[in-house]
């Protein structure tokens, strides 16, 4: 049976964990050639991963409008056809770009983007509605993202959206949007075995809020893969953010994090990817890890998940015991 959780006080049960569609989007550019993609991809392969996904007990996929400047959409509609009623699509707006180019364009918090911005993702996603609609501006001004809660109720109200949320770090702000939206049900952010957000966990508590859990992966560092990305990969030419990477290898200081906790990660036998997911489902029964998958193998690995659950709670106990002791005895890597 699989397992499963509820986005927040809107009834809508997914998998517990789902898929990230941002890598099978393909390459977007930013301002200074700043790769916003995760380069070139192969689309058969991603349909298939898609479809593997499903057949593991996969039914949350996490996209966004900008992924690969609306690529990502189409990939996952063309998957998802004759299985719509099957699976929950979580979209995002707020980023701008041109899907001819595959270039960033900036940003857009306006109500009106957010209404036309849907209808976009529609089209590309072969769809009337999605399940769940997310602001993707992480540091977008609180009384900005306010200002959008009348619109997004009308989308709810009207049958294109189900539910809505932000994608954003700040836990403030995510209170605010939930204090205030009645359909507000989830928060998006970063969180990993490395990266905890204690404060938000609580601000999902508080508001009976679905956790869905950004990079659960540290962007491919918990996978324990080495391998040096290129430059079309955004970890190869890694923004300020994304501390996890540095010339296209990982970061030796969280390399070496993810080296002392390992063991314990894969003591009952799952692999490291598995071990860190099964670490964010004991951590919070609000948690939704949404690894990216580009491949077959990718997406039998993190959705296999699924079949073992939350790590054992000595198991889980052990890592925190281990991350409390590096803590104490290692200066902590930058983030």
Known sequence: MTLTRTLGHSGIEVSAIGMGCWA???PLWGDGGQPFGWGDVNDDESIRTIHAVLDHGGTLFDTANNY???HSERILGRALTGRRD???IATKFGNCSEEATRRWTGTDHSPEHAVASLEESLRRLGTDYVDLYQLHLNELPTSAALDLVDTLEDLVSSGKIRAYGWSTDNPESAAAL???GPHCATVQHDQSVLADNAAMLAVCDTYDL???NRGPLAMGLLTGSNREVGSDDIRGMAPPWLVWYSDGRPTPQWAQRVAEI???LTADGRTLAQGALGWLLA???RSVPIPGCRTVAQAAENIGTLTRGPLPADTYAEVERLLADLRQ???EPVR
């Open 68 to 70: 690969g400047a609306g």
């Open 262 to 264: 390992r063991d314990a």
């Open 210 to 212: 679905a956790s869905i």
């Open 283 to 285: 951590r919070s029964p």
């Open 178 to 180: 939930a204090a205030t």
């Open 329 to 331: 005895t290692q200066a």
């Open 24 to 26: 099978i989007g393909g």
């Open 86 to 88: 099957q699976v929950v």
